[in-house]
């Protein structure tokens, strides 16, 4: 897919963006390898128009309008497009996908940090599992809030910390670490911060509140005066005798 933006007289795109004459060689190289191009111009004068509600823009809002001029394509193109919905959907392989591209930077910040998963039912970045190697108190809400300060994680509604045992992948595993390590006034911190512009809940646009969940085991000096339980295991001896009388 191409986009090529022309300018006629009074109109531009955006203040920084580079004259026509400055992005012709990029255009040569693009537009012979595209698809499709669509070429088309955005007044700056013009009002604002409401977009949506469809897919994922579940609220009307609005922005600029790109005024399509023309539309050209090779022969034989293919048309590559997504489909928004209820997840999993785009969102969710592109959020997998992300994880693994920038993991290795976040561990770099924050050495701690064993793995990091993006649930389906989060819609890519709402929701957030992420495990560490936790060594002193508060450990948890430091990451917390390092990761809501990481470009578009500030967008992240839930956070849920976990110790390195847990594998975030599982999100049954998640959910039963936050239901028995959990207490709520205790283990829990909401804040406030920018919001996805595409999220409905939040009283105002792009404005609205994160919470994050410390669900790992407690340590001293974090409030906690019991000691802490082990979680509970199958004697080595029992199940190798119950996996022999099923599997003979």
Not at 125 to 137: A, C
Not at 191 to 203: R, Y
Not at 211 to 239: N, S, Y
């Amino acid at each position: 897919m191409g986009v090529r933006i022309i300018h006629p007289p009074g109109r531009f795109v955006f203040p920084t963006w580079p004259s026509l004459e400055n992005i012709l060689p990029e255009l040569k190289t693009i537009l012979p390898n595209a698809d499709f191009v669509i070429e088309g111009y955005v007044d700056s004068t013009e009002p604002l128009r409401d977009e949506g509600p469809f897919g994922d823009h579940t609220l009307p809002e609005p922005y600029p309008v790109f005024h399509v001029t023309a539309i050209t394509h090779r022969k034989d193109a293919v048309y590559p497009a997504t489909i928004a919905g209820i997840p999993a959907m785009k969102d969710f392989y592109i959020g997998g996908a992300s994880v693994k591209l920038f993991l290795p930077i976040f561990k770099m910040n924050f050495p701690e940090i064993v793995d990091l998963a993006l649930p389906a039912e989060g819609v890519f970045h709402n929701l957030v599992f992420v495990s560490i190697r936790k060594t002193y108190p508060m450990q948890a809400y430091k990451i917390m809030h390092g990761l809501w300060g990481m470009g578009q994680m500030m967008f992240t509604k839930y956070i849920v910390v976990v110790d390195d045992d847990v594998d975030v992948h599982n999100t049954s595993e998640v959910l039963f670490r936050l239901c028995v390590n959990t207490d709520p006034q205790r283990d829990s911190i909401i804040t406030k911060g920018p919001s996805d512009v595409l999220d409905h809940a939040t009283n105002e646009f792009a404005s609205g509140s994160k919470l994050g969940i410390d669900a790992t085991k407690k340590i001293p000096g974090e409030g906690f005066k019991r000691p802490w339980p082990p979680l509970i295991k199958m004697d080595a001896a029992v199940k190798a005798k119950v996996e022999k009388l099923f599997n003979p």
